[in-house]
């Protein structure tokens, strides 16, 4: 998911005629994503605190609790380096509240 959304992030930084249009159409998928990780582990969160889960369940889901941890932070990398990237605009800088 995240490599889509690096390869696309590269196109539009790479374009010599990068539209605030399209910086912030990136913008908002990145943001779309981080929601649902951010819904991801709270489901995740639920799951270990409502359920009596096995122990090898329980390392899957500490497995899979950290993946998304470093996904997040990739995706706020991202983002950070997208709007760093795009500070050109000058006054319109491109900025989303929730990353």
């Known amino acids: 998911m995240h490599f889509v959304v690096k390869q696309k992030q590269r196109q539009?930084?790479?374009?010599?005629?990068?539209?605030?249009?399209?910086?912030?159409?990136?913008?908002?998928?990145?943001?779309?994503?981080?929601?649902?990780?951010?819904?991801?582990?709270?489901?995740?969160?639920?799951?270990?605190a409502n359920f009596f889960l096995p122990p090898s369940d329980?390392?899957?889901?500490?497995?899979?609790?950290?993946?998304?941890?470093?996904q997040l932070k990739q995706l706020e990398l991202l983002y950070r380096e997208l709007n760093q990237d795009t500070s050109w605009y000058g006054q319109k800088n491109i900025t989303r509240n929730g990353i």
């Open 12 to 48: 539009l930084l790479s374009s010599k005629n990068v539209s605030q249009q399209d910086a912030t159409a990136v913008l908002n998928e990145q943001l779309q994503i981080k929601n649902s990780i951010d819904t991801q582990i709270q489901t995740i969160s639920q799951l270990h």
């Open 58 to 70: 329980l390392t899957k889901v500490y497995y899979l609790h950290q993946e998304l941890q470093v």
